[in-house]
């Protein structure tokens, strides 16, 4: 029986390139897109359904939308967090993100901030008890999503949050490559020997002394090879 040959078929998609040029994976990126577009869809609906609804702006006491309470200030802050939000999700993974966790911290202040004063002539924005529970809610949805992928402290190389660190400068290699090393090798060991049993000549006393003063072993054989080079 003769075996069909299949050709491969890729189960994954191209790494895409960010703003700066590096390529990550963009699965992280359509995940907090996909948040933020949707947060913003539900709170767009929201203030316009106000708009339309003739609210008046300052009133405390809203009038219900969609299960809430809103007034013109709080519809136009809707829109305008909402313009926010699909402007984020049509920018590059980090800035993205950045301005999700803003957002989201801003919505968790705001759910504090007016169970505080429900109920109370300060409550400018007409929330109640359902708007608290939403924007604490969004608020959550919004920073989780804005930190997946990048809060951590053990980010891949594709990730977009993963800044461009200069690479360290490569270390001589401690271990000889070369014949010309490999000799050397054999001569120091033989000098170290010699000296330690106090049979050494002055020539291999003075090249260990020299090489007492650095530490790393190619170093040490760097030294050894330019006394060789300097007789030579």
Avoid at 63 to 80: C, R
């Amino acid at each position: 029986m003769q075996l069909r040959h299949f050709p491969h078929r890729p189960t994954t998609t191209a790494p895409a390139p960010d703003d700066e040029g590096r390529s990550y994976d963009s699965r992280v990126f359509a995940v907090q897109r996909a948040g933020a577009v949707t947060v913003a869809l539900v709170i767009l609906v929201f203030g316009l359904l106000g708009f339309a609804g003739g609210l008046d702006f300052f009133s405390t006491s809203g009038e219900p939308i969609l299960g809430m309470s809103s007034n013109g200030l709080l519809s136009t802050i809707s829109v305008i967090t909402a313009a926010v939000l699909v402007v984020a999700a049509a920018r590059d993974p980090r800035v993205a993100s950045t301005i999700m966790i803003v957002v989201g911290s801003l919505f968790i202040v705001s759910a504090l901030a007016n169970l505080a004063v429900l109920r109370t002539g300060l409550n400018v924005l007409a929330f109640e008890m359902s708007n608290v529970a939403f924007s604490a809610a969004a608020g959550l949805t919004l920073l989780l999503l804005g930190a997946y992928g990048r809060l951590t402290g053990n980010l891949p190389p594709d990730s977009p949050y993963a800044g461009s660190r200069a690479l360290p400068a490569p270390e001589p290699p401690e271990y000889p490559s070369t014949p010309a090393e490999f000799a050397a090798e054999r001569a120091m060991r033989a000098a170290e020997i010699a000296v330690v049993n106090h049979v050494a000549t002055a020539e291999q006393r003075r090249r260990v002394a020299a090489m007492a003063e650095v530490t790393s072993r190619a170093d040490r054989r760097r030294v050894w090879m330019e006394f060789d080079a300097r007789q030579a």
